[in-house]
């Protein structure tokens, strides 16, 4: 059974940073892994995407702050969040998308933005 383990959320300063870490188990073959988020109120959406060939996609709301980075060998992706907002304010959620249309999610971290 894959799973996905989270670690990193926290509160934070408005303009500090934190680093998201997302361990991978049982995972012999990927598509891409990335960070989703989701605040109170809203649907769940994408924050950074990374192929397995180390391809790059991430919301035009983190771009220049957020960066997605991944350890091929032991299956962890990170996501460190630089210069945060209030509006960044959410339960941030790793996914694995693997062959076959196969799909997982972590149990979400609390991230939250303020003074």
């Known amino acids: 059974q894959v799973q996905l383990v989270e670690s990193g959320g926290g509160l934070v300063q408005p303009g500090g940073s934190l680093r998201l870490s997302c361990a991978a188990s049982r995972i012999f073959s990927l598509n891409y892994m990335g960070w989703y988020r989701q605040a109170p109120g809203k649907e769940r959406e994408v924050v950074a995407i990374?192929?397995?060939?180390?391809?790059?996609n991430y919301a035009d709301s983190v771009k220049g702050r957020f960066t997605i980075s991944r350890d091929g060998a032991n299956n962890t992706v990170y996501l460190q969040m630089n210069s945060l907002k209030p509006e960044d304010t959410a339960v941030y959620y790793c996914?694995?998308?693997?062959?076959?249309?196969?799909?997982?999610w972590g149990q979400g971290t609390q991230v939250t933005v303020s003074s």
């Open positions: 990374i192929s397995s060939a180390g391809n790059t």
């Open positions: 996914k694995a998308k693997l062959p076959l249309n196969r799909t997982y």
